[in-house]
């Protein structure tokens, strides 16, 4: 499966953006669907993920309450819901797969995107 994130930008501290990630190729609705997000000089960090139905979800610490994520089957779409966005959300963010619902871990996920730039000014 190859996925392909995109709706990143630049956007005011409080504000908010929505990301994509569109799979193609051997896709299959039975994958963990998980956002990730990298800053520099930061290691990988775990967003949120949604499984296969998309009837459940995880979130990490830092985004709860502020982001959503979801997904649409039909259309082969994942979308991270992005609100009251800081300055320390600014990261390169990559979408996922995995067959292992629950885990945050990045070993745990495969098949990366090429990740959309998220910029949030102070």
């Known amino acids: 499966v190859q996925l392909q994130a995109s709706g990143g930008g630049l956007v005011q501290a409080g504000g908010s953006l929505r990301l994509s990630c569109a799979a193609s190729?051997?896709?299959?609705?039975?994958?963990?669907m998980g956002w990730f997000r990298q800053a520099p000089g930061k290691e990988r960090e775990f967003v949120a993920a949604?499984?296969?139905?998309?009837?459940?979800?995880y979130y990490g610490d830092s985004v709860k309450g502020r982001f959503t994520i979801s997904r649409d089957n039909a259309k082969n779409t994942v979308y991270l819901q992005m609100n009251s966005l800081k300055p320390e959300d600014s990261a390169v963010y990559y979408c996922a797969a995995s067959w292992r619902y629950g885990s945050k871990s990045y070993n745990d996920f495969g098949s990366w995107g090429q990740g959309t730039l998220v910029t949030v000014s102070s």
């Open positions: 190729g051997r896709t299959s609705s039975s994958s963990v």
């Open positions: 949604i499984n296969r139905s998309g009837g459940a979800t």
